[in-house]
């Protein structure tokens, strides 16, 4: 699959955020997995709200997973993302 727009949701209020990074959660869509997100490309459909410094918190409830995801680039409506940093969702109980 690819990126759905419907899954990605601004966090708390995001209506003066200025110049401020802004947060974003995202919920894959099917079977896309971290490793697709983190293809360069993979958020160009938010290249008009997606901007350098703002952070994604992805969640692939196929595995589950779940990532921190920085954007790195937005140039020409190409979104890329550093590599993320995984959060655990072990349940030790």
Known sequence: MAY???NLQPIGG??????APQMFS?????T???AAMNTSGYFD???DILKVGDLIYAWDSSVPTATLFVVRSNASGVVDVFDGTALSVANAD
């Not at 995001?14 to 110049?19: D, E, I, L, M, S």
């Not at 995202?26 to 099917?30: E, L, M, V």
């Open 32 to 34: 896309d997995d971290l």
């Open 4 to 6: 759905t727009k419907l």
């Open 45 to 47: 459909g938010a290249s």
């Open 14 to 19: 995001q209506g003066k955020a200025g110049t």
């Open 26 to 30: 995202y919920t894959a869509p099917g």
